[in-house]
């Protein structure tokens, strides 16, 4: 497992880190600030694209087979990256790194599920929840740090040693866990998913510089909703579909799906949107942005172990109620910042924010599956981790755009107040982010203890 984590963290931490150093490699590579967005957007669409084929190979390859693979790919892609003299090849590297998270996030997921009983997966998958949160919250200012004091190459050479030791320790330990079936990969299948999937985050990724009415965006988006109609309705006539969609059938697992996807979009948008409110609005420095962002960073990653064995003792009700509750009052906080807000009050609902997202991640993503008969496990976390990138993607791509919209409509008045500009922008996405979380907060009193999770698989 240490192995996995390892890994798993490198691979969100390289999902951010690079964020900060966008403005530099712009001047340096001399592309436009459209172009330079590739670095985030090609490993998101990776992601998206790959995540759902890994439901399939993990039931076709080794637990051993799949963790080598992801290993090389991201060490291979972490090497290029850091030597790579032009934009192309970095971007290359991005997608070759985003190839090895998209192995490793499902196959973690696949390996707990398979290795540790219901009664104690809670504490598992709150050592997991503290590599999704601890990767992608700390590469900002680990990165902004690096770029204080070395070249943005270090941003990629410094995740090197974690992958080398997570290299060895798995080739020691990582034995195979899974039992292999004789699947045959659906070519069709494969093109389907990577049309709607990627049609899907393409189109919204896109939709900031082009537009909501872009032809390019409507028609992607569209492409893409169609080839996942044509995907599902191929898995329902396959002997043996490449993506299990049985998962369906359960009630629990559809809500912990609703409730993952709108948290992930909140926490991934929110990465975003709010470091763009202390920059832009309170006029910080970005590595002072990272700062304050560090205690609820922090706080979390303590936290995340103790919360998985809370849910194991209490159960979902008891952990997720409460931590959607404290989402909704972080966003209700935040809605309320202006240009004059002071700092402490911004790391102190960023505290708050941070640890209701703990409560939910992980314990929602563990009720999911637990919901689920063990021969579903597989294409059950496909389906979780495919939706939470997505949704991720989405919700980036569109609060992006609605807080550039607000803004840019008090800047057309008068330009002076681009601090009041930024902080009305925010204040919006902020109260969509609220909008959400309340519904998450709803959602959260019809969840239960599926019988699986009871001792019954």
């Not at 002072?288 to 064995?309: A, D, K, Y």
């Not at 909704?328 to 505290?351: K, M, N, P, R, S």
């Amino acid at each position: 497992m240490t192995a996995l984590f390892v890994a798993g963290f490198v691979g969100l931490f390289s999902e951010t880190a690079l964020n900060i150093a966008l403005n530099e490699l712009t001047q340096l590579f001399q592309v436009t600030p459209t172009t330079i967005q590739w670095l985030a957007t090609g490993y998101f669409l990776t992601l998206g694209i790959l995540v759902p084929v890994t439901g399939i190979l993990m039931q076709k390859f080794s637990t051993r087979q799949m963790f080598l693979t992801s290993i090389m790919l991201s060490i291979v892609g972490t090497i290029i990256a850091a030597l790579a003299p032009a934009f192309g090849m970095l971007l290359c590297a991005r997608v070759i790194q985003a190839a090895g998270l998209a192995i490793i996030l499902p196959l973690t997921q696949n390996v707990i599920f398979t290795i540790f009983p219901p009664e104690n997966r809670g504490g598992a998958m709150g050592v997991m929840g503290l590599v999704i949160l601890a990767g992608p919250a700390l590469g900002p200012t680990l990165s902004g740090l690096i770029l204080d004091t070395l070249s943005w190459h270090w941003i990629f050479w410094f995740t090197i040693p974690f992958l080398l030791f997570s290299l060895i320790v798995g080739y020691v330990f990582v034995p195979n866990v899974n039992k292999i079936r004789n699947v045959s990969i659906d070519i069709v299948s494969v093109c389907l998913s990577t049309v709607g999937f990627g049609g899907i985050v393409y189109g919204v990724s896109v939709a900031g510089d082009l537009g909501w009415n872009s032809a390019i965006v409507i028609g992607a988006i569209l492409i893409g909703l169609f080839a996942l109609i044509l995907f599902s309705l191929r898995q329902t006539k396959m002997p043996v579909p490449m993506l299990q969609l049985k998962a369906f059938h359960h009630p629990l697992f559809v809500l912990g799906l609703v409730m993952s996807s709108i948290t992930f979009l909140n926490m991934l948008s929110l990465l975003v949107v709010l470091p763009m409110f202390i920059q832009m609005a309170l006029l910080v420095t970005a590595f002072t942005t990272g700062l304050l962002l560090l205690p609820g960073s922090v706080l979390n990653c303590v936290l995340s172990p103790v919360i998985g064995r809370l849910f194991d003792r209490y159960g979902p009700r008891a952990i997720i109620t409460p931590g959607t509750i404290l989402i909704a009052a972080g966003y209700a906080l935040y809605a309320q910042f202006d240009a004059e807000t002071a700092l402490w009050a911004v790391a102190l609902t960023h505290i708050v924010m941070m640890l209701g997202i703990g409560m939910v991640i992980a314990s929602v993503q563990t009720n999911t599956l637990n919901a689920l008969p063990r021969q579903l496990y597989p294409d059950g976390i496909a389906l979780t981790q495919t939706f939470q990138q997505v949704s991720g993607a989405v919700g980036i791509a569109v609060m992006v755009s609605i807080f550039t919209s607000k803004q840019n409509g008090i800047l057309e008045g008068a330009a002076s107040e681009a601090a009041n500009a930024a902080a009305a922008g925010s204040s919006l996405v902020f109260k969509i982010g609220l909008a959400l979380a309340v519904i998450n907060v709803a959602l959260s009193f019809f969840l239960k203890k599926p019988k699986s999770y009871m001792g019954s698989e």
